[in-house]
């Protein structure tokens, strides 16, 4: 019998001896090994970091753009028009998510806008270095160079809005307690308007430091009589992010909560419920007044 086809009954000291350990391995470690005959499992090599760091870097980048296309945007507050909410130099976080959804700006919520039409004429507008026009662009840093404005919504479209002198703001009638005004100031005394009816698919906007605001009441003679058009809406400001000591959320207030105050658009409801009730009970009369005929 040929001394190949002995497999494990012969002497320790006959068997062959074990091969060194690779070249390719000096640690020798247990992991698989390379076979230059290509039998074996193969080492797949570690791509270096400097190799994958371009790549992690443009997979962050896009993530940032598409973020701030449309998920959420940095705004910087350039003016003191929306005192004391927010402070010149804050920076708000705008949800763009939800317009996208084809939802539209609600009574109280602090909106950013694109200027409508001329509100921002004559207003500088800061030259940017290659370094902030990049960032602006990725949304980690508000953009200086397009013309957005930040109010308060304080009608939509169906309602009935006024302010008379010395009087408080109404919408639909109901007087609002408004404690975010900025201390001193009054409701509207520096510009009365109203009452104004507010054309579907558009926004009345008012700043919390009404005498230094150049908001809806100041533009009732342009092409959108004052009223911003809701699809320049950028998004709601939900959030001050900078600077940090001044981290807060920008809640709608509870006057607007009030019952009554979105009367105007729904009292339509009740008479629609109505007859939509009613409606089938009138069939079942008029089919049994029919059966009672035929049977006659």
Not at 16 to 24: F, H, K, L, N, R
Not at 206 to 229: C, I, T
Not at 271 to 279: E, T
Request: proline share 10%; with cysteine.
């Amino acid at each position: 019998m040929a001394v190949g086809a002995q497999s494990g009954h012969g002497d320790p000291e006959q068997r062959p001896e074990q091969p060194a350990e690779s070249a390719s391995d000096p640690a020798g470690s247990a992991g698989p090994v390379d076979h230059p005959d290509g039998d074996g499992p193969q080492v797949r090599k570690q791509r270096s970091f400097w190799k994958e760091l371009p790549l992690l870097v443009g997979i962050a980048l896009l993530l940032a753009l598409l973020i701030k296309t449309f998920l959420v945007q940095a705004f910087s507050i350039p003016s003191d028009s929306m005192q004391d909410t927010l402070q010149r130099g804050d920076r708000v976080l705008v949800d763009k998510l939800t317009p996208w959804f084809g939802g539209e700006p609600e009574r109280g919520e602090v909106v950013v806008f694109h200027d409508p039409g001329g509100w921002l004429d004559g207003e500088p507008t800061p030259e940017p270095n290659a370094v902030q026009q990049f960032l602006s662009f990725i949304g980690l840093m508000p953009s200086s160079e397009e013309k957005d404005l930040i109010k308060r919504t304080i009608a939509v479209g169906g309602d009935t809005v006024e302010c008379k002198a010395g009087g408080p703001v109404k919408v639909n009638g109901k007087a609002l307690d408004e404690p975010y005004i900025y201390p001193g100031n009054t409701p509207c005394d520096d510009a009365p308007f109203g009452p104004l009816k507010v054309p579907e698919g558009r926004i009345w906007v008012m700043g919390d430091h009404r005498q230094n605001s150049r908001d809806s009441r100041y533009h009732m003679e342009d092409a959108n009589k004052g009223f911003v058009p809701v699809d320049k809406v950028v998004g709601r400001a939900v959030v001050v992010a900078w600077p940090i000591d001044r981290w807060s959320t920008l809640p709608v207030p509870d006057t607007f909560d009030q019952p009554g105050l979105a009367a105007a658009a729904t009292t339509v409801a009740p008479g629609a419920i109505g007859v939509a009730g009613a409606l089938p009970l009138v069939i079942r009369r008029r089919r049994r007044l029919t059966d009672r005929r035929t049977a006659g």
